[in-house]
């Protein structure tokens, strides 16, 4: 099984740059969060959660797949 050089690159700096984005993405979630009406918290909420946690695992996958030759 052959991996490949560009999807390794980029996954390499994506594991470094994720936990910026998630802590930029939280810290603007927290400055509007009082700012908007219920409806708009618990969907901005909700679908920072969900791609948080879609990254994360596509992340690890890739990481344990690809990075690691597996």
Same mark, same amino acid.
Request: with cysteine; net charge neutral.
């Given at each position: ?13 994506? #594991?470094?740059? +994720?936990?910026?984005?998630? &802590? %930029? !993405? =939280?810290?603007? *979630?927290? $400055?509007? /969060? ?10 901005? #909420?909700?679908? +920072?959660?969900?791609?948080? &946690? %879609? !990254? =994360?695992?596509? *992340?690890? $996958?890739? /990481? ?7």
């Amino acid at each position: 099984v052959l991996s490949s050089l560009p999807l390794q690159v980029m996954l390499y700096f994506n #594991v470094y740059y +994720f936990p910026v984005w998630c &802590l %930029a !993405e =939280g810290m603007m *979630l927290h $400055l509007k /969060y009082h700012l908007l009406p219920w409806h708009y918290q618990f969907l901005l #909420v909700t679908a +920072f959660l969900i791609l948080s &946690l %879609a !990254e =994360g695992s596509r *992340l690890y $996958l890739g /990481y344990l797949g690809n990075l690691q030759e597996k």
